[in-house]
Nanobody, 112 residues
Framework: VQLQASGGGLAQAGGSLRLSCAASGFIFSINPMDWYRQAPGNQRELVASISSFGSTNYADSVRGRFTISRDNAKNTVYLQMNSLKPDDTAVYYC???????WGQGTQVTVSS
């Protein structure tokens, strides 16, 4: 099982970024997928989840600003992040919970 996250970078407060996570080694379409983040000194926290059917859940801190989606034809899960805040600065990881698999993480830095 491999997860390759990309799309992080530097954004200004109020800006947007789109993260991608390409999955391989398992049947992507029937598996739920998660995005987590970890800021320096903090525990890793769940940001958003999407089921195999496409139902979604979000942390209160990002609801209304972030959107998780998936493209089963491309074995890819996305995280569209809008209205970014400096508190969103963290390393973002994708996760396949059924496989306990993690991607390498992608850094998101939001400047004020």
């Amino acid at each position: 099982v491999q997860l390759q996250a990309s799309g992080g970078g530097l954004a200004q407060a109020g800006g947007s970024l789109r993260l991608s996570c390409a999955a391989s080694g398992f049947i992507f379409s029937i598996n739920p997928m998660d995005w987590y983040r970890q800021a320096p000194g903090n525990q890793r926290e769940l940001v958003a989840s999407i089921s195999s059917f496409g139902s979604t859940n979000y942390a209160d801190s990002v609801r209304g600003r972030f959107t998780i989606s998936r493209d089963n034809a491309k074995n890819t899960v996305y995280l569209q992040m809008n209205s970014l805040k400096p508190d969103d600065t963290a390393v973002y990881y994708c996760n396949a919970p059924s496989w306990s698999a993690w991607g390498q993480g992608t850094q998101v830095t939001v400047s004020s």
